[in-house]
T-cell receptor
Framework: SQQGEEDPQALSIQEGENATMNCSYK?????LQWYRQNSGRGLVHLIL?????REKHSGRLRVTLDTSKKSSSLLITASRAADTASYFCATDGTSGSRLTFGEGTQLTVNP | EAGVAQSPRYKIIEKRQSVAFWCNPI?????LYWYQQILGQGPKLLIQ????????DSQLPKDRFSAERLKGVDSTLKIQPAKLEDSAVYLC????????????FGEGSRLTVL
């Protein structure tokens, strides 16, 4: 089964609003990554947060990691229509190097 | 810098036929991955290569799927014979390290099995 599970499955917001997506996982991890996928395209890496980090920023993106709750969140501030995409979390378990993806959150930003 | 190249982008075949997908990773990337992504789901790892050796193929349906990475560069994923449930996007990715750092994905090959 997939290691990461995103919540919500779908999110629709207005341009300018913030979007928050959550990811929960089951086993201990080395790091957690977030990827973005536009419709019909490949995945693009957004940010990586290591298990000993609690928060990381990149432009309008803010990622938090709570290893005690085995969860992470991705916040996109001041969203734009161009942010419309599917967002996936991926975890690298401590037992091996396989990167396992969740089912994704479909974000729609309405202009 | 050239990205990960995949071909073909689209392929339609009938069940029980065979199909092959090709991937050229980013130059210098030792690790290459093939993922299967069924519509509406996240990518699932099929096989991971480190140079030309297999690191993980535990989720590869070996009765019908095969993959090779000759000379540690290009890779080919083959399905023979195809089933209806193989309809998916096959994504190739590469990374510079074996440990799960950033993966660079190609645009994918969309397979439809009729």
């Amino acid at each position: 089964s997939q290691q990461g599970e995103e919540d919500p499955q779908a999110l629709s917001i207005q341009e300018g609003e913030n979007a928050t997506m959550n990811c929960s996982y089951k086993t201990s991890i080395n790091n957690l990554q977030w990827y973005r996928q536009n419709s019909g395209r490949g995945l693009v890496h957004l940010i990586l947060i290591r298990s000993n980090e609690r928060e990381k920023h990149s432009g309008r993106l803010r990622v938090t990691l709570d290893t005690s709750k085995k969860s992470s969140s991705l916040l996109i501030t001041a969203s734009r229509a161009a942010d419309t995409a599917s967002y996936f979390c991926a975890t690298d378990g401590t037992s091996g190097s396989r990167l396992t993806f969740g089912e994704g959150t479909q974000l729609t930003v309405n202009p | 810098e050239a990205g990960v190249a995949q071909s073909p982008r689209y392929k339609i075949i009938e069940k029980r036929q065979s199909v092959a997908f090709w991937c050229n990773p980013i130059s210098g990337h030792a690790t290459l991955y093939w993922y299967q992504q069924i519509l509406g789901q996240g990518p699932k790892l099929l096989i991971q290569f480190q140079n030309n050796g297999v690191v993980d193929d535990s989720q590869l349906p070996k009765d019908r799927f095969s993959a090779e990475r000759l000379k540690g560069v290009d890779s080919t994923l083959k399905i023979q014979p195809a089933k209806l449930e193989d309809s998916a996007v096959y994504l190739c990715a590469s990374s510079s390290a074996q440990g799960a750092g950033e993966l660079f994905f190609g645009e994918g090959s969309r397979l439809t099995v009729l």
